[in-house]
């Protein structure tokens, strides 16, 4: 039975545990989308479950306030009993795991793929047990506060290594970056949350001319000298650097080469103005850009996005200064399906004509705070009775708007 339950599912490569204790329960799990452990004994079904199923190479756990460094080393045992096998083993919020439960990671000879976020109790000395895990493609170590720039040295032989999260690893500086240069096949990358990174750490990802994501965002010492060690990257297609707010118009024009860019975020970089938004003139790829808060961009600024006719999310909340001319300077981007207009208080019911082309767009937003003023009455509103494709209107302290004209 266990040989035909096998041949039915031989390309079953993700599945969950619940509720699964026999054989023929097998049949049914096939709809699951992880191998799920849900509580610490499910883990003795993992061997037989890597026998019976010689696809299945994911493992996530569920229970993660039960999940201790014992529990991860008889899952371990049970990998190593069976070959080794799993290549994806996901710990997201298993608070208890600590370095002594990274020991055993090491003998996982297949895994390319760990997750760590939220497992604030392993340090540097956790990381160590991954030297010679020169398989590994990715790391996602997101909200473990106690890796440091120490931690980072047992990585720099895993030369494979293709997405690196360290996102919210505060004590992350500019040495630690010292230790990524031999990484040429990194694709995805993220340091957002560590103020500690300045522009001569960025000089270490000089080898990365194949980064496609790159994650800055709250490395607020990074400046314009910082993005000009980024500018060989060609390939990069998204890119936030949300506030680092010593980011000027100059620092711009270091991304005239990353044709392939999609994504950027530049909220709250507070120094930018409308001569720094001519710099992305030549990004015709841009799909998402993300202006929040750049305060000093004004109706001329937003002239030069008349050529991204591919946008489709674009967020200019805060931005006070643009009035209904700025927005006739985006009536023919088609695409747009998410715009976001929350605080601009100088815009009328001509402003909203401006953009009733738009009929794609699914999200607006015109929300106010309860002191700015409102020029926006139900004529504007009646503007966007085209739009047949739109889930979320926000109208929040727009007084002249009623219920007439929400109809």
């Known amino acids: 039975m266990q040989r035909q339950i096998a041949y039915k599912l031989d390309h079953l490569s993700n599945m969950a545990l619940r509720q699964v204790s026999t054989a023929m329960d097998l049949i049914g799990a096939a709809r699951y989308t992880g191998a799920n452990i849900v509580t610490s004994g499910e883990i003795d079904r993992v061997e037989r479950m890597l026998q019976i199923l010689p696809k299945l190479d994911r493992v996530r756990i569920s229970d993660t306030q039960n999940f201790r460094d014992a529990d991860l080393q008889r899952l371990v045992e049970q990998d190593v009993a069976c070959g080794g096998k799993i290549t994806r083993l996901d710990l997201d919020g298993c608070t208890h795991i600590t370095d002594a439960g990274m020991i055993h990671l090491g003998r996982m000879k297949k895994l390319d793929t760990l997750v760590l976020r939220d497992c604030a109790q392993i340090t540097d000395a956790g990381l160590a047990h991954l030297r010679n895990s020169t398989q590994m493609h990715a790391l996602m170590m997101s909200n473990c506060g106690q890796i440091s720039d120490a931690g980072l040295v047992h990585l720099e032989n895993l030369h494979e290594m293709r997405a690196l999260d360290c996102t919210n690893c505060r004590n992350i500086g500019d040495a630690g970056l010292t230790h990524l240069r031999q990484m040429p096949n990194m694709r995805e990358l993220s340091f957002s949350g560590c103020p500690r990174i300045t522009d001569a750490g960025l000089e270490n990802l000089h080898s990365m001319k194949r980064l496609e994501w790159l994650r800055l965002s709250g490395c607020n010492q990074i400046s314009d000298a910082g993005l000009e060690h980024l500018s060989h990257m060609h390939k990069v297609q998204s890119l936030d650097l949300s506030g680092c707010f010593r980011i000027t118009d100059a620092g711009l024009a270091h991304f005239r080469h990353m044709e392939q860019l999609h994504t950027l975020t530049l909220q709250q970089c507070h120094a930018l103005t409308d001569d720094g938004l001519a710099n992305l003139t030549p990004m015709k790829t841009m799909q998402r850009l993300n202006l929040n808060s750049c305060h000093n961009i004004t109706d001329a ?87 047949r494709e739109m889930r979320h209107l926000n109208l929040s302290c727009r007084r002249q708007v009623t219920g007439a004209g929400l109809r």
């Open 301 to 387: 600024g937003l002239a030069h996005l008349t050529g991204m006719k591919l946008i489709g999310h674009l967020n200019l909340d805060a931005c006070v200064r643009i009035t209904d001319a700025g927005l006739l300077h985006l009536h023919d981007l088609r695409h747009m399906t998410e715009l976001s207009l929350a605080g601009c208080a100088n815009l009328s019911d001509v402003g909203l004509g401006h953009i009733r082309g738009m009929t794609k767009l699914r999200y607006l937003n015109l929300q106010l705070t309860r002191d700015q003023p409102s020029a926006i009455t139900d004529a504007g509103i009646a503007h966007l009775q085209g739009m």
